[in-house]
Every structure is written in C-alpha cells, then in structure tokens.
C-alpha cells in the first residue's frame, strides 16, 4: 500500500514538472537565448549558450534608450496602480454596501460585462481625436489616464466581492458610536480587505506595464514611449538581433514575475473574491 | 449625545463619483462621440470636411467581403481559444486543487504566461515558430518526424492555427485561476458523503464539481470568449493580419481602415455592429445557460 502511494506522489509531482517545463518553454527558450552571441544565437539550437555572454544586455542598456522607455513605464504604471485602487475602492465599497438604497448598483455586475465589451479599438478612434484637441496625447498623463479608465471595472468588480465577504456589523457598529461613513471606510473596511487592495493594484499596474495598442497610437514621440512599444521598436531596429531583442524582453519582464512570485498569495485571494459571486 | 446615524443614497453616490467621473470621460464620451462618428464619412487627413452620412456605412459593412472573411476568422479564433481555454484551465484546476507541498511555486510558473506583456509574448513564439531558427522546427526535423520546416505563420491555416496556440497559452491561467478559486468554495462534506454512497470519482466530479462550478464557468468563459473577440495584440502582434489577411480579425482590420486608409467613420460603424453583434450574442448565451439551471 504504502509502496504504491510513493509511486502515485512521484507520478503526480512528474506529470506536474513536464506540465510546468511544457508551458515555460518559451520563456526558457527566450532566457536561454538571451546570453547567446551574436553568432552562436543562429548556429546552437540547444536552450542553454556553449558560451555565456552578457553582450545583448550591454548593448540594449548601452546602445538603446531602454531605460527611457523603463522610466516611462514606471511612472505609467505607479500612477495607474495608485488612482485604480483609491477609485476603484470607493466604488466597490459603495457597490457592496448600499444595495439597499441604491436600485442601480443591483445592475453592476451587467453592466460590468457589457463595459467589457467595448472593442477598444472602438474607443481608440474617438479618443485619438480627443486626446489630439486637448493636448493629451504624446504625455504619460494623458496614456495614465486611458489605464486608469480601462481598469476601473474590472478592479471594481474585483473589489466590491472582497467588501461583501467582510461581515457588515463592526461598521454598523461603528457608525452608530458617531462614526462616519468614510471613517468606518478608512479605518474598518479598508485594513480589512488590504489583500484585495493590494491584488486590485497589482492587476491595475501589470495592465499598464504590458499594454501595447493605445500606448502605440497615443504615445508616438521617442521621449513618451512606454516599454512595449519601445520593444516593439526593437524589432526593426535590431532586425536579426534575435540575441539584443530577447535581451531586452527579458529585462521587461521582471516587475511582472516578481509580483507573480512573491504576491501570488494576494493576486489569488482578490480575484477569488471578486469571481466566485459570479 | 449620540447621534444615529444612518446610511443614505447620497453617500453611496459620492463613493462612487471619482470611479464615474473617470469612466464617463475616457471610456462612455469617446464611446458616444465614437457612434456618432460612424454615421458620418470622418477622414483623419481632413477631419473638419466630416459630413452625415445616415446609414450608408452599415450597409456598405454587410457588401465588404474583407469584414465578412474577417468576422469568420474572429468568430473561429474566439470559439477555439475558448474551448481549449476552458478545458485546458479546468484539467489544470482539477490536477491542483489538493493540498502538496509546492504547490505555489507550481502555480505561480503557471500564471506567468498570463502576466508577460503581449509584446514579449509575441517575439518569444515568433523565435520558438520561426521556419529557419525556431526551436519547434529545430527539435520536429532533428527527430525526423518533419522533412520540411513548418512555415508556422506563413501559410494561412497554420497562421490562424499559431495565433489560436499563443492566445491559449496567454489566457488559459486567467481561467485556471478563477476555476480553482470556485473549486475551493465547495464544501467538503459534499464530496465526503458522495464517497460514502459509492461515488467514484468521475462521478463525483460530474455530479458535484461540475454544476457547483457552473455560475462562475459561464461568467469567465463569457469573458474569454468577449476578450478573444476583441482581440487586438496577440494576433497583430504575430501576424500584422497576415498572410494574405488570413489572420486578420475585426480590430485589425477596424485598425486598418481607420489609420491606414483613414475611414475613421467607416472603422467606428464596424465597431458599432460588433458591439451590437457582441452583447446580443453573449446575452443570449446566458439566458441559454442560465434556464437549463432551472
């Protein structure tokens, strides 16, 4: 019996390892091929380079206004990350607790769904044209403010599930002591769902890290470009440097896997939440 | 003296003003001025020469062979992509919903397809696809089982084939999240007493996990199926809508028409019918799923 459990544990974590190694495959790949040469990189398909070289790495931080686009996209990404998630909880707040008074609310969740289906290039035309006229595009206010718009409701969404888990009567309680609303907010609900908050701006921040379509109409100017379309531009400029332009896909992808690794925990419990009331 | 006070609808409202204010500016005024738009002949080289033009451009979407051909490539990239999603999520959910020692770290190399931005994504495949370099074709000819590099986007059923796998590959965790989330909500008593009765466990799995994870498999396949519709980077990202617009799907060729050939009022008019087209269709398909609940 107990052999055949071993076997059965062996066999689960194997199946998992060939699974995982299955679905990393083309990052490793990009990995490995990150520290081949120039001329390695065309002749060695093994994964991992005969001889390890920092040479693409060098040249895209040296030779290329990577760190531009890095700056840019920070800026980008922080400013989104922050506004989201002070929006997004007051909405989701009002969204989990006045129900009762508020028949509309009743309707988010539809309403959500159909906000969802708005081709974005649909809106893309009309705030190209906007955007022009009110002199917002070329900035990384006016491209911040697009991130914004663009994951309000879905963090909203995710939010407002977390607040319904929280039990309703330490702030009834609260506000019949002579507390506030927004002081029962602030000092009960929101200490209580900091995961869900923390989940909500990690969403809202990978959103505007990783985002190519609008930042690429919008964004056309060298000094205001983010990094995906900085990357993008990679592709022409370096042409066959498959070495450089995997060099610099892998530097862009750091903050994302850093936050999937060590807030993994966070990212789970929010959009469970948030998903599980369906 | 304590004074009661109670919940009212205007503090609701005000909790809610930043979010709208926001949403109502940047996504509903572009949405409406992006109607209007679609009724008119808008050039971006001349937008002050924009004239009303009725319905002429609806009716013009319905005679275009390239949206029609278009709207069959969305319609087969969406369908697909949101069978394989699901059960690929739902094969994965069901192996890691247990307890065992790692399984974080196993999970989080599962989720980080989902977090690489689009553009990385796309140069990582073009370099794993590529016919004379790629590492598919390397490993598929060195083995023998090909004798000729597979030309994985250049030729149009393999393009739309390709562009299925990488939006698959980037969306399955998405799905695999939600799907485990719901699977931990089920009590545990139910499985205990099913056992008990002599389920095994693909009884169980039909009769318990199944319909306990209906409501939220209809919400998330809804939005993989609206966000495969709308999908703009994956595809253009590897295909530019080629070859031969073989791949080229509704934003594309919306993309296409209003900055290349600057019909920004017949692009808007196309987005007008998807999004009309979109919400019948996935309102129907709730009502379908949702009544054979009852």
């Known amino acids: 019996m107990k052999i055949k459990r071993i076997f059965k544990t062996i066999g689960f974590y194997l199946l998992l390892t060939i699974i995982v190694l299955f679905i990393s495959l083309p990052l490793i790949n990009m990995v490995g091929s990150s520290f081949k040469s120039t001329r390695e990189i065309l002749n060695n398909n093994n994964i991992f380079p005969e001889v390890f070289t920092w040479e693409n790495y060098r040249n895209v931080l040296n030779r290329t206004p990577f760190l531009t686009y890095v700056r840019n996209s920070v800026v980008v990404a922080v400013l989104t990350a922050v506004v989201v998630g002070i929006t997004s909880c007051l909405a989701g707040y009002a969204i989990a607790r006045y129900q009762r008074h508020i028949r509309a609310f009743r309707y988010f969740s539809k309403l959500f769904l159909i906000l969802q289906m708005f081709p974005a290039v649909l809106l893309m035309i009309p705030l190209v044209l906007v955007f022009i006229k009110v002199g917002l595009s070329d900035s990384l206010l006016g491209i911040s403010l697009i991130y914004i718009a663009f994951n309000i409701p879905f963090c909203t969404w995710m939010i407002s599930g977390f607040f319904e888990g929280i039990p309703v009567e330490m702030e009834e309680a609260a506000q019949i002591d002579g507390c506030t609303v927004f002081q029962s907010f602030c000092k009960l609900a929101v200490p209580l769902s900091l995961p869900g908050i923390a989940s909500i701006m990690i969403y809202a921040f990978i959103g505007a890290w990783n985002e190519y379509m609008m930042a690429n109409v919008i964004n056309k100017s060298a000094e205001v470009k983010t990094l995906p379309v900085g990357l993008q531009s990679f592709i022409l400029q370096f042409d066959t440097d498959w070495g450089s332009l995997m060099a610099a896909s892998v530097l862009a992808i750091i903050p994302a896997m850093l936050f999937i690794i060590f807030m993994q925990k966070y990212i789970v419990a929010g959009l469970t939440a948030g998903a599980v009331k369906g | ?294």
């Open chain 2, 1 to 294: 003296m304590k004074k009661k006070k109670r919940k009212t609808a205007a503090e609701g409202y005000l909790f809610v003003m930043p979010a709208t204010l926001i949403v109502l500016l940047v996504t509903v005024y572009p949405l409406v001025r992006g109607i209007l738009v679609s009724f008119t002949n808008t050039n971006f080289l001349y937008p002050q020469k924009a004239k009303f033009v009725g319905l002429k451009n609806i009716i013009d979407i319905f005679k275009d062979k390239e949206f029609i051909s278009a709207l069959g490539f969305t319609i087969f990239f969406a369908v697909s992509s949101v069978v394989l999603i699901y059960l690929i999520g739902l094969a994965l959910a069901l192996l890691l919903n247990r307890e065992f020692k790692g399984k974080g770290l196993f999970r989080a190399i599962m989720l980080l397809p989902w977090v690489i931005p689009n553009v990385v994504a796309s140069n990582m495949w073009l370099w794993m696809l590529n016919d004379q370099t790629g590492m598919i074709n390397l490993t598929l000819l060195k083995l023998g089982i090909i004798k000729e590099p597979i030309l994985f986007l250049a030729t149009p059923f393999m393009a739309k084939i390709s562009t299925v796998i990488v939006n698959t590959w980037k969306s399955f965790p998405f799905m695999l999240l939600v799907l485990m989330a719901a699977m931990q909500n089920i009590p545990k008593e139910l499985y205990e007493s099913a056992s008990m009765d002599g389920a095994n466990a693909f009884q169980r799995f039909k009769n318990i996990t199944l319909p306990m994870i209906k409501p939220v498999s209809i919400t998330s396949t809804v939005l993989i199926m609206i966000w495969s519709f709308n999908n703009f980077e994956t595809v253009f990202l590897l295909t530019k809508g080629g070859p031969a617009s073989a791949t080229s799907n509704i934003s594309i060729y919306m993309y296409n028409s209003a900055f290349f050939r600057n019909q920004m009022g017949y692009a808007s008019a196309i987005a007008l019918v998807m999004l009309v087209f979109m919400i019948v269709l996935s309102s129907l398909y709730q009502y379908v799923l949702n009544r054979k609940e009852d």
